[in-house]
């Protein structure tokens, strides 16, 4: 399978903290995208980095890749209470399959 | 700009009725997916379409399950004889161009079935 997974699963912060979540997957990727999903609520893309890219920003976003070990960070500056949330990982598959797989996901929770 | 659409929100269904979702793409977006969320898991595929043709179905249950989006109108996806286990959030997604690869898929809110 080439599901992703998060770590940690659960992340609980003070606000203005800083938050990073990792990201594994198993096979080979053309992209990698972030998503956040609030209680309930639908997905919200944050972000998509390329397998030739190596760091991404948007915002207080910082997203990572490391192609080598098939891994992934988000980084979330300066948190604020609203970024409490589900944050997923997305690939695609190098195949060419037409779906993304998700991993379970890491929730975080800002403390205000 | 509206963005994907979805309705119903939240579907009530008992064991054996069906269940009908519907999924409006965003403007100009050709390609749509559905997607199914179990209680505290990652979104898992179901099914890729175009309009009057379904593109890949790989990840929908052999039984029960349909899905359509054709010339007019918004994509549906159809349980039919619903059983507990089907309840879940399904999202449809859509992007402009095929696949994930390079390209950004959008997701609608969701949609929750609750099968008692």
């Known amino acids: 399978s080439q599901q992703g997974e998060e770590d940690p699963q659960a992340l609980s912060i003070q606000e203005g903290e800083n938050a990073t979540m990792n990201c594994s997957y198993k096979t080979s990727i053309n992209n990698l995208q972030w998503y956040r999903q609030n209680s309930g609520r639908g997905l919200v893309h944050l972000i998509l980095i390329r397998s030739n890219e190596r760091e991404k920003h948007s915002g207080r976003l910082r997203v990572t890749l490391d192609t080598s070990k098939k891994s992934s960070s988000l980084l979330i500056t300066a948190s604020r209470a609203a970024d409490t949330a589900s944050y997923f990982c997305a690939t695609d598959a190098l195949s060419g399959a037409n779906n993304l797989f998700f991993g379970t996901g890491t929730r975080l929770t800002v403390i205000p | 700009n509206a963005g994907v659409m979805q309705n119903p929100r939240h579907l009530v269904r008992r064991r054996g009725q069906e269940a009908r979702l519907r999924c409006s793409p965003m403007k100009g977006h050709s390609h749509v997916y559905w997607y199914r969320q179990l209680p505290e898991e990652g979104l898992k595929f179901m099914v890729y379409l175009q309009k009057e043709n379904i593109i890949d179905e790989s990840g929908m249950p052999k039984e029960r399950f349909s899905a359509e989006f054709p010339k007019e109108g918004p994509s549906i996806l159809r349980i039919q004889q619903v059983v507990r286990g089907d309840s879940a959030a399904y999202f449809c997604?859509?992007?402009?161009?095929?696949?994930?690869?390079?390209?950004?898929?959008?997701f609608g809110e969701g949609s929750w079935l609750t099968v008692v």
């Open positions: 997604a859509s992007s402009l161009q095929q696949g994930p690869a390079g390209n950004t898929i959008y």
